[in-house]
């Protein structure tokens, strides 16, 4: 049975396995990141995961635009490499609306790479009915383009 939840601090091992499966990031800054958010109850960041047979198998991580109002990035999410494909992403996306819904924000908006190995993500996305909304040419480097995806939440 899979459960979509908030991060809990018992979580930070079974996340690190995560995103050492996927490279998202490296997971010794996992720690530093969500400091925060473990430990101020006022944090707008959301920080949430699929959790199947009592382990973390996913990790999505989410927070306000700084001098916005209602607008939120979707900094980080990915599933473990063994449990791609299967729909898991699709299900993280549904929760992470839901949640920005309830919260009565406006938009989320997603930031990718126009690298060719970034093209399934590109298409997640656009599957998910985010825009193409802008690109800003060599930003992450030389040829790197930032491609920004975003979505009108109600």
């Keep these: 049975m899979q459960e979509i939840r908030k991060v809990e601090k018992k979580d930070l ?4 396995e995560v995103l050492d499966s996927i ?19 006022t944090s707008s960041d959301i920080w949430f995961t699929t959790v199947a047979d009592g382990r973390p198998v996913s990790i999505g991580f989410c927070a306000p635009e700084k001098l916005t109002d209602g607008t939120y ?6 599933v473990k490499r063994n449990l791609q494909g299967k729909g898991l992403g699709t299900k993280m996306m549904g929760y992470l609306e839901d949640q920005l819904k309830q919260q ?27 825009a193409k909304e802008a690109v800003i040419r060599d930003f992450w480097e030389e040829g790197d383009d930032k ?4 979505k009108k939440l109600h």
């Design 104 to 130: 009565g924000q406006r938009i989320l908006i997603v930031e990718t790479s126009s690298l060719p190995d970034f093209a399934a993500t590109r298409e997640f996305y656009k599957n998910l009915h985010f």
């Design 73 to 78: 990035n979707l900094y980080a999410i990915g």
């Design 13 to 16: 091992e079974g996340l690190k």
């Design 147 to 150: 491609v920004i995806f975003w």
């Design 23 to 41: 490279e998202l990031f490296p997971s010794e800054l996992l720690e530093d990141m969500i400091s925060d958010y473990l430990t101020n109850p």
